[in-house]
């Protein structure tokens, strides 16, 4: 039986992806570094804990390569407003993906940018609720 659920995203700037992630209202939860820089910083919204870690902590610690080069999947947000997370998110420095617009005939508001390590992050707010 599983007991919680993690995503990792490996950054080679781990400090920068974390920094960018507390900005956005993240809270951190656990720090591990054996050598002055963090290797592995875990932070936490309801819900969801995220870990940020080094390719090289992958390689070192466990034998597995693993990419920094981000996209490979994507972290989605709901939040109560797209748009003032939107610009929460641009003016902490993420890259702009794609802006706030209406999706799925106007059942959500969505937008689209990247965190410092090029991973998407998909901001959704529902706007009416839909029907199966």
């Known amino acids: 039986m599983f007991t919680g659920t993690q995503v990792n995203l490996y950054a080679d700037d781990v400090e920068a992806v974390v920094g960018f ?3 956005l209202g993240f809270a951190e939860s656990y720090r591990y570094a054996p050598h002055g820089d963090p290797w592995h910083v875990e932070l936490r919204l309801p819900g969801l804990t995220l ?3 080094s390719p090289i902590a992958a390689r070192t ?3 597995i390569g693993v990419s920094a080069e981000g996209a490979a999947m994507e972290l989605v947000l709901w939040c109560d407003d797209v748009d ?3 610009a929460r998110a641009v003016d902490t420095g993420a890259e702009v993906m794609r ?3 209406e999706f799925q005939d106007g059942r959500l508001r969505v937008a689209w940018v990247r965190d410092p390590a090029g991973n ?3 901001l959704v707010t529902v706007l009416r609720p ?3």
Do not use: K, W
């Open 21 to 23: 992630y507390r900005a």
């Open 99 to 101: 802006t706030p617009h």
């Open 61 to 63: 610690e466990h034998g």
């Open 130 to 132: 839909g029907t199966s």
């Open 120 to 122: 998407p992050i998909e």
């Open 51 to 53: 870990g940020v870690a």
């Open 84 to 86: 003032a997370e939107f």
